[in-house]
């Protein structure tokens, strides 16, 4: 099964999951954001994302359709090798990583930024580095 290592603050937490959620709130705008993340051989790739308003960069594409009071599209950017959170501890929330019934609360407090990637160990569940 794929896993997601989960890098911060010179640690790492392994995740069975090959399906994620990331969601944050904008710092200047106070709009939740939400994005749904797969595990595919490629590397880290975007199925949807969310966005509760619209504001100072944050204006949902042409193609976003509102669905229960967000609006919702795909993005189109390519499969990541990872993906790098900012830890700067001045947002009014951390950021949010869901997966498998699990949630974490990544960067609430100002220091090295917190990056996600798929595992190239299989020891899920473990804590490391």
């Given at each position: 099964m794929p896993a997601l290592c989960v890098l911060s603050a010179g640690k790492?937490?392994?995740?069975?999951?090959?399906?994620?959620?990331?969601?944050?709130?904008?710092?200047?705008?106070?709009?939740r954001w939400e994005e749904d993340w797969r595990l595919t051989p490629a590397g880290l790739e975007i199925v949807e994302a969310r966005v509760k308003g619209s504001g100072a960069g944050?204006?949902?594409?042409a193609d976003a359709v509102l669905k229960n009071g967000w609006w919702?599209?795909?993005?189109?950017?390519?499969?990541?090798?990872?993906?790098?959170?900012?830890a700067s501890g001045a947002t009014p929330s951390p950021w949010r990583l869901c997966a498998g019934g699990a949630c974490l609360d990544l960067g609430a407090t100002a220091?090295?930024?917190?990056?996600?990637?798929?595992c190239t160990e299989p020891d899920v569940g473990t804590s490391k580095r």
């Amino acid at each position: 099964m794929p896993a997601l290592c989960v890098l911060s603050a010179g640690k790492t937490i392994t995740l069975a999951a090959s399906l994620f959620t990331l969601s944050w709130t904008h710092s200047v705008e106070r709009v939740r954001w939400e994005e749904d993340w797969r595990l595919t051989p490629a590397g880290l790739e975007i199925v949807e994302a969310r966005v509760k308003g619209s504001g100072a960069g944050m204006e949902p594409p042409a193609d976003a359709v509102l669905k229960n009071g967000w609006w919702t599209y795909r993005p189109t950017i390519p499969p990541r090798e990872q993906i790098v959170l900012a830890a700067s501890g001045a947002t009014p929330s951390p950021w949010r990583l869901c997966a498998g019934g699990a949630c974490l609360d990544l960067g609430a407090t100002a220091g090295e930024p917190v990056t996600l990637e798929a595992c190239t160990e299989p020891d899920v569940g473990t804590s490391k580095r």
